[in-house]
């Protein structure tokens, strides 16, 4: 039969809920109590459970968007011969959400008091979602399954959730983990208290989506990667000093602007090539080692916002095409007519916070990479030197590098030795090369 699926009551001063993920796609099939999708409200966030098992035909309303209580949100195809009653006229009532969130929270923080028995056995958390939703919880507690047991059953349902049939199954099979011990021990679960802050009064700028995208990935970043930055400080005068002899040059010669940024791209690319392990991304318990050198340069657009074009194979440029691909990506990041293969298959990336006067900076990694290198304002100081008559004060041009690398992968003599390496490029810089 088909059922309408409205967004449900949840609160007596609800009266709207914004969808933050469909859980089911159009033509996907689900059984009795598997959760369609997350709604939120200005209180909480609930998951919609199905009323029976069937097929999601069609949804009325995609993620982000603000749906009214009552309202159809999905049609699905439901089963009449379920073994439990028909599916109710609303899929969840307020009392049942208000009932199912203070057992889901509660179930969360709660540690099966059953002792199960030692054995030589040992396991892998399967289901590395340890998210259960009412009626996962409800079957477990009818069989006397604990929530460590319950993780180690392997999931089929989307984003790794826990399904009744994928319990059911495990159950048939005489539970072959019930007395399986972990490898290595959970960590006690760190919960973030939900303190009230007072926010004050001013003007309210709702995020525009880049926005909003870039705080989620800085978000995502900082809880994935254990972040750890490394410093080293640069001597570039050699550096300066050429490119400042040949600027004008090379601008006849190749009709191409000569900025400091493609010289450090060339010699970020060269350290790249010397530390390979630092050029990687992490996949579970593998560490993926890539084999093209792309780098990708954060740049600031007009509205504010930054993004981070990309120049691909950067080892294998010499310094004109690596200043024609650098100038290229500036001006259309400024025009903002940067496509979707611009900022794609960065493998390293590079911010010039100097560009904005900064002496140092901090960046969060762009994920999935596990480094991020920040270049400092070019700042002229007196330093001792040495020199064939002895040490002597003399006026350089002088730069800090901060490394912030993934520190579950990247160890800090990796992270130090990388970020030196570049700093000896900058300031070996051959002041006879020719354009």
């Known amino acids: 039969m088909t059922f309408e699926l409205k967004m449900p009551k949840m609160g007596e001063s609800i009266t709207e809920g914004t969808i933050i993920n469909w859980l089911i796609s159009e033509g996907d099939t689900f059984e009795e109590g598997d959760i369609i999708l997350e709604v939120a409200t200005d209180k909480v966030d609930n998951e919609v459970p199905a009323p029976a098992s069937g097929t999601m035909v069609e949804t009325k309303f995609q993620a982000k968007d603000v749906v009214k209580v009552g309202e159809v949100i999905a049609i699905l195809e439901v089963e009449t011969s379920s073994s439990k009653s028909q599916p109710k006229k609303e899929a969840v009532t307020s009392s049942e959400v208000d009932t199912s969130q203070k057992k889901t929270k509660k179930n969360r923080t709660i540690v099966s008091s059953t002792v199960e028995k030692p054995s030589s056995n040992s396991f892998s958390v399967n289901n590395t979602n340890t998210f259960f939703s009412p009626l996962i919880i409800s079957i477990a507690k009818e069989h006397h399954i604990s929530f460590e047991e319950l993780a180690r059953i392997p999931a089929t349902g989307k984003e790794g959730r826990l399904r ?14 019930k007395f399986a011990q972990p490898v290595v021990q959970d ?3 760190y919960r973030i208290p939900q303190l009230e802050f007072d926010k004050g009064k001013g003007k309210i700028i709702e995020m525009d989506r880049m926005r909003q995208m870039i705080a989620d990935h ?9 972040h750890v930055t490394a410093y080293v400080e640069a001597d570039l005068t050699n550096m300066v000093n050429w490119r400042n002899k040949n600027k004008v040059a090379f601008l006849e010669k190749y009709g191409e602007k000569l900025t400091f940024t493609p010289l450090f791209v060339e010699a ?9 392990n630092i050029n990687a991304s992490v996949d579970g318990n593998n560490i993926i080692v890539k084999e093209d050198v792309n780098i990708g340069m954060a740049t600031a657009l007009p509205s504010g916002n930054l ?12 310094l004109k095409t690596l200043a024609e691909n650098v100038n290229e990506l500036a001006g259309k990041a400024r025009e903002n007519k940067l496509i979707g293969d611009d900022i ?3 493998t390293f990336t590079i911010s010039n916070v100097g560009t904005f006067g900064s002496v140092m900076g901090t960046p969060i990694i762009n994920q999935p990479e596990v480094a991020i290198l920040a270049l400092g304002i070019i700042k002229k100081r007196p330093e001792v030197i040495e020199t064939e008559s002895g040490d002597e004060i003399a006026i350089r041009s002088m730069m800090y590098l901060s490394l912030s690398f993934d520190h579950r992968v990247v ?10 390496r570049v ?3 900058f300031e070996q810089f051959d002041t006879n090369r020719k354009i």
């Open 307 to 318: 993004i981070v074009p990309v120049v691909k194979n950067a080892d294998t440029k010499d």
């Open 164 to 177: 009744k049939s994928d319990v059911f199954n495990y159950i048939e099979d005489g539970r072959p983990y």
């Open 344 to 346: 794609k298959g960065s």
């Open 187 to 189: 960590p006690t679960v």
């Open 268 to 276: 970020v690319a060269k350290a790249v090539k010397d530390f390979p």
């Open 411 to 420: 160890d800090g003599f990796l992270g130090g030795s990388f970020v030196r």
């Open 423 to 425: 700093a000896d490029y």
């Open 218 to 226: 800085m978000v995502y970043s900082k809880h994935t990667s254990p």
